[in-house]
């Protein structure tokens, strides 16, 4: 099967106007969490007509060069303070230029508002697999991972992979059964502007969940995904190799390998659980049992499994539900410990 890639003018969606609205009619429950840094605010409610739960992510999106002048010229401006040669306004921008991204998840269950809870983060050291488990649980258990490879949390990945959502979004395939990939924005990027630029990259194998199950044996898989991925993107986008990030998350939320491309100028989330992709490939190069054996460091919300323990010392056995298999846990310290 031959390669199929997307062609686009430009970086942009024309978007129609949604007929059928969940916000409209959704109802306020509580806020998980907000981030002004971010300029995004992410809220629990219902949607009434459908008594059904939702999440709803709000996200002011950055100021697009390419609209610049028509905010300078077509918005009217507010004087807030002046002093000296210091003034500052409140500029109100038209409709059309003050655009709010949103993100609604309906119905949203217990694990996806879970997702979006703001909580005390922990870092969790994960030996090796290698480590004979010791069947002992020493304190609560209730680990998200246990389902996290179900069928209906990846659902969406499927979709995908099956041609049943985002067809018109996909930037690139590559079709081969073993060493084949899906490229398509994610859902966190608009495509409105290429500083904040997100896309990922979903295998077509589904016996491959996360870096752990990495070996040589998939080494063009990931040379592929390298090569292929960064071409696709500099066709589509103009972006170069040199200003990409390519990497996985480990952990990830979903138990489907995929690898994400971000541009090098956005300051994208999970930083503390990515791992390039050139150097998951030279460390496999050297050592085909290399992400068997080694310690993986992650974060781990306490919701997660940890709940009320600050610090819980060294060499604690869990199960821990990745795919349920025993491992050691070292250390946990509170991220705010470093
Ligand atoms: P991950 O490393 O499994 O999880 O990456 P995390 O980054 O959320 O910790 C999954 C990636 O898929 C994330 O960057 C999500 O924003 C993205 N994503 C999630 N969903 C449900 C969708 C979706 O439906 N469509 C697209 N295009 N991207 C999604």
Redesign the pocket.
């Given at each position: 099967m031959a390669e199929t890639e997307n062609k686009k003018d430009d970086c942009g969606d024309t978007g129609e106007l949604s007929s059928d609205s969940p916000v409209s009619y959704f109802e306020f429950t509580r806020i998980l969490r907000d981030c002004a840094r971010e300029k995004n605010i992410f809220i629990h409610g219902k949607v009434r007509e459908k008594d059904q739960d939702a999440v709803v992510i709000l996200e002011k999106t950055p100021v697009r060069q390419d609209t610049l002048s028509e905010i300078l010229m077509s918005s009217q401006l507010k004087l807030e303070m002046k002093n000296d040669v210091y003034s500052t306004y409140q500029l109100q921008a038209p409709a059309h230029l003050n655009e709010i991204k949103t993100t609604v998840v309906c119905p949203a269950t217990e694990k996806h508002v879970k997702k979006d809870l703001h909580q005390e983060v922990f870092l969790v050291e994960e030996s090796g697999l290698s480590i004979v488990p010791v069947p002992c649980v020493s304190f609560s258990y209730e680990v998200h991972n246990c389902t996290a490879h179900l069928s209906f949390w990846i659902q969406?990945v499927h979709n995908?992979l099956e041609k049943k959502a985002?067809v018109d979004?996909i930037v690139f395939e590559n079709p081969d059964p073993d060493t084949g990939f899906v490229l398509?924005?994610?859902?966190?990027w608009d495509q409105k502007q290429l500083q904040d630029l997100y896309l990922?990259a979903i295998v077509h194998r589904r016996d491959v969940k996360s870096l752990r199950d990495l070996t040589s044996e998939h080494l063009p898989l990931l040379t592929n995904i390298h090569s292929k991925g960064e071409d696709a993107i500099q066709r589509q986008y103009g972006v170069p190799p040199r200003k990409l990030c390519m990497y996985?998350?480990y952990q990830?939320?979903?138990y489907h390998l995929?690898f994400?491309f971000t541009s090098l100028e956005y300051d994208a989330p999970?930083v503390e659980?990515a791992h390039l992709l050139s150097d998951v490939i030279q460390n496999l190069q050297a050592d085909s049992s290399y992400y068997h054996n080694r310690s993986l460091v992650f974060p781990l919300r306490a919701d997660d499994g940890f709940q009320g323990s600050k610090r819980l010392g060294n060499s604690r056995d869990l199960i821990f539900g990745n795919f349920f298999y025993f491992i050691n846990v070292k250390y946990l310290y509170t991220a705010n410990q470093f």
């Open positions: 969406w995908i985002e979004r398509l924005p994610d859902f966190k990922i996985l998350h990830p939320s979903y995929q994400h999970g659980s």
